[in-house]
């Protein structure tokens, strides 16, 4: 759950660390699961609402693994929606997966109620293909739409809309952090203020255990993420369960 939970404070993947597969092969099938409150729902620079609860199941087997994430808004009723699926891939330190989003948020043309709506100008589903490739001291990840309600690009064709992120783990005072830096290549409207090239993400993210009892104690992840494409600035904090 960390892993996920530290991609949805700091903008990394919502919902897609979870759904990130484990570098070392499962001999036998592993199922987990777990739920995250967070103060801000913040992905990949983009602001998608206020504190939300996000649950998340995963199983996995033999490098292979199906996910699934969910967002709801606490606050606001007009708060994103969130439901997604990942199937992805792992070998060695290579990760590749599909994962299929749907989203209902306030002011999105697609915004459908219909889930099983998968019609071209009326879903509300987006497909993403990502490869990635942890190099030890830090990976990298390219993520890209091919289907579904993906963003347009100056022309107003279909962008392909894309996102390339890097990032480094380290351990600071004995607390594990995290920075992250994520840009989309090029033009699509499908994140904020990209017009071309835009650095839309840049993270610094903290977590502690924080003892509750003796024998209970729960992850607190706070976390610093600007947009500089966009002039914005987060401070996020939650909690995992």
Known sequence: MKRLFLETMTGVAGAMMLATPMAKAQESVTVDAGVDLVSAYIWRGQDLGSAAIQPTVSVAYKGISLSAFGSYGLVDTND?????FTLAYATGRLSLGVTDYFCLMKGNAYAQTKY???A???TSHVFEAYVGYDFGPASLTWYTNFAGAD???KSGKRAYSS???A?????LGGVDMSITTGVVPYATDAYADATGFAVTNIALAATKELKISPTLTLPITASIAANPSASKCYFTIGVSF
Request: net charge negative; glycine share 4%; no cysteine.
């Open 163 to 165: 996102y390339v992120e």
């Open 80 to 84: 994103t929606k969130e439901l997604d």
């Open 120 to 122: 071209a100008h009326k």
């Open 151 to 153: 963003g347009v690009n």
């Open 167 to 171: 990032s480094a783990p380290f351990t």
């Open 116 to 118: 099983f709506e998968y």
